[in-house]
T-cell receptor
Framework: AQKITQTQPGMFVQEKEAVTLDCTYD???????LFWYKQPSSGEMIFLIY??????QNATEGRYSLNFQKARKSANLVISASQLGDSAMYFC??????????FGQGTELSVKP | DSGVTQTPKHLITATGQRVTLRCSPR?????VYWYQQSLDQGLQFLIQ???????AKGNILERFSAQQFPDLHSELNLSSLELGDSALYFC?????????????FGQGTRLTVV
């Protein structure tokens, strides 16, 4: 069965520093997709970054990068140069079986000034 | 703005009642997904529709049902509501096709059952 694990319920980071949010996954599928979403206190789910299981290079989107280690089944999100507006819940998710997503429990990131 | 529209944004209703949540997907997206986010269960997949037909079911209660109409908007019907149904309900849409079919989420409907 598919599973996403985020082991950090909460994280603190100093403004302008980089932070890594951990995500491990479990699946027996060969083809899958990994996503990170941001959920600010207002509640909406904002897509950040995507990594396909066959992508050889790590995905990057601006200040976000995904450290994809397929053999270890990990897909960590790296946020560089943290900003106060990055304070939010972050969810790792995996796409399987036609497009539905399974989510981890989330990591609450707090950026300190 | 993701392009996915959900109405209403907030809903307060009493136990035993029935409500309908509405979702308009992004223009051209054929797939609609419904998710429930609650404090104890986290984010859970409920059901998927593709071009009007049910494609997949997740942890959706029998009291809940959904449909997708010819214009591709979708409705999630929740009946005989219980206190535990209080949650944030998301709709997401994605286009047909392989590759990076990320789901774009609406702003959610926050349901409070009192």
């Amino acid at each position: 069965a598919q599973k996403i694990t985020q082991t950090q319920p909460g994280m603190f980071v100093q403004e302008k520093e980089a932070v890594t949010l951990d995500c491990t996954y479990d699946t027996s599928d060969q083809s899958y997709g990994l996503f990170w979403y941001k959920q600010p206190s207002s509640g909406e789910m904002i897509f950040l970054i995507y990594q396909g299981s066959y992508d050889e290079q790590n995905a990057t989107e601006g200040r976000y990068s995904l450290n994809f280690q397929k053999a270890r089944k990990s897909a960590n999100l790296v946020i560089s140069a943290s900003q106060l507006g990055d304070s939010a819940m972050y969810f790792c998710a995996m796409r399987y079986q036609g497009g539905k997503l399974i989510f981890g429990q989330g990591t609450e990131l707090s950026v300190k000034p | 703005d993701s392009g996915v529209t959900q109405t209403p944004k907030h809903l307060i209703t009493a136990t035993g009642q029935r409500v309908t949540l509405r979702c308009s997907p992004r223009s051209g997206d054929l797939s609609v997904y419904w998710y429930q986010q609650s404090l104890d269960q986290g984010l859970q997949f409920l059901i998927q529709y593709y071009n009007g037909e049910e494609r997949a079911k997740g942890n959706i209660l029998e009291r809940f049902s959904a449909q997708q109409f010819p214009d591709l908007h979708s409705e999630l019907n929740l009946s005989s509501l219980e206190l535990g149904d209080s949650a944030l309900y998301f709709c997401a849409s994605s286009p047909k096709g392989p590759g990076r079919t990320e789901a774009f989420f609406g702003q959610g409907t926050r349901l409070t059952v009192v």
